[in-house]
């Protein structure tokens, strides 16, 4: 079985959704690494509030918002939490832009090889082949 293992996840993600779309995409692929994932509607009132409340040590952002820019949120986010590490995918909705405060500090492949390289100590085998879609419908 594909998951945590008998001690729980080493990773603890915090997962700001903007579509429903998004969050359900993101969560299938971060629960099938066996992550602790928590999600935040980036449109809710106490948004903020909630992140701040969260001591995830990576925050994955949806990038699907078309009324929210994605730099600024980014930067709303290193200034609140300006030690984590934010991951966006990029344009091509493959590639996979790694931030700490607010800034981008590098690219990686994949949503798996960016945990391994910024978060995670071992990502479980089981992600392999596992690839992120953002986006679209989910069924």
């Known amino acids: 079985m594909c998951g945590a293992g008998a001690q729980g996840p080493d990773l603890q993600v915090l997962l700001v959704y903007y579509s429903q779309a998004a969050r359900a995409s993101l969560e299938s692929v ?43 949120a980014v930067r709303r986010l290193g200034q609140i939490l300006p030690n984590r590490v934010v991951l966006t995918l990029g344009p091509d909705q493959k590639t996979v832009n790694v931030h700490r405060g607010g800034r981008r500090i590098g690219t990686r492949a994949s949503l798996e090889s960016a945990l391994l390289a910024y978060g995670a100590r071992e990502v479980p085998a089981c992600a392999e082949g596992v690839s992120p879609h953002v986006g679209g419908a989910v069924g």
């Open 30 to 72: 971060l629960f099938g690494l066996g992550i602790a994932l928590y999600a935040v509607d980036g449109r809710a009132p106490d948004a903020v509030d909630a992140v701040k409340a969260r001591s995830t040590q990576v925050v994955v952002l949806d990038t699907t918002s078309s009324d929210i820019s994605v730099s600024q």
